[in-house]
């Protein structure tokens, strides 16, 4: 089973389309963990609504705590075999957690997304499957900086997670690429999806864009030595 974790604070515009989508997945093995961390506007209504109805969602109210705080209250609540991070105000194509299934025996996935507004698409180049050995393929900073700086169109192994106590650092950036390079420390089976699937809201900034100069990506590479 899938676990998809879906953080809400104030994103009544598009919360909607986010949940519709996930409603829509073809995907049936999948928990819809919806965390309301504190809206103070209508998302919690919404979150209930959505509940009420498909009986893979389920919702968890809290004290606004921020993003980090969000995710965590989603992972403690998660029951499923991996785990997937959507933005509350992106949305999926139908088929995006049935394609990230396919792989077996696998430790992380990581497929492409497109940006809405620019109407940009970005996807590794084929679909693979692979050891991860030293040779990483996220030596490369360009690499790096498109595939590990976000949590979401990806599905991380639970297991790997709930046993190294992996949980997203407070940090003032670079938490979500501190996280994944701590969690690539723990993956022996690495897969690419070439697709992009996974549809970001770019008109909509929560603070999440990130970029990193040299020295930066040096600092965050270390983890990995």
Same mark, same amino acid.
């Given at each position: ?10 994103? #009544? ?17 999948? #928990?819809? !963990?919806?965390?309301?961390? *504190? ?8 979150? &209930?609504?959505?509940?009420?109805? &498909? @009986? ?16 965590? @209250? ?9 785990? *997937? ?8 194509? #139908?088929? $995006? =957690? @049935? ?12 497929? *492409?997304?497109?940006? !809405?507004?620019?109407?940009? +698409?970005? @996807? ?9 050995? &030293?040779?990483?393929?996220?030596? &490369? ?11 979401? *169109? ?24 501190? $996280?994944? =390079? ?7 089976? =690495?897969? $690419?999806?070439?697709?992009? =699937?996974?549809?970001? +809201?770019?008109?909509? +900034? ?8 040299? #020295? ?10």
């Amino acid at each position: 089973m899938i676990s998809v974790i879906v953080p809400v604070y104030k994103v #009544e515009k598009y919360l909607r389309q986010c949940l519709d989508s996930l409603a829509a997945q073809t995907l049936d093995d999948i #928990e819809i !963990i919806i965390v309301d961390d *504190g809206s103070p506007d209508g998302c919690p209504d919404i979150c &209930d609504e959505y509940v009420a109805k &498909d @009986a893979r969602m389920k919702v968890v109210h809290k004290k606004n705590g921020g993003l980090l705080s969000a995710r965590k @209250a989603g992972l403690a609540a998660s029951c499923g075999d991996y785990i *997937g991070f959507v933005d509350s105000d992106d949305y999926l194509e #139908e088929s $995006f =957690l @049935a394609e990230l299934s396919v792989f077996e025996d696998v430790d992380f996935v990581i497929s *492409g997304g497109r940006f !809405i507004n620019k109407g940009r +698409n970005y @996807a590794p180049q084929s679909i693979s499957k692979m050891k991860v050995e &030293d040779d990483l393929p996220f030596m &490369d900073e360009q690499l790096m900086q498109i595939y590990l700086r976000t949590p979401w *169109g990806k599905l991380y192994k639970n297991s790997i997670i709930q046993e190294r106590n992996l949980r997203f650092a407070k940090m003032i950036v670079g938490e979500d690429i501190e $996280f994944n =390079l701590r969690y690539l420390q723990f993956v022996q089976i =690495l897969a $690419f999806l070439s697709k992009s =699937l996974y549809m970001y +809201n770019d008109d909509f +900034n929560q603070g999440r864009r990130y970029r990193m100069d040299s #020295e930066c990506y040096k600092r965050h590479l270390s983890i990995l030595f």
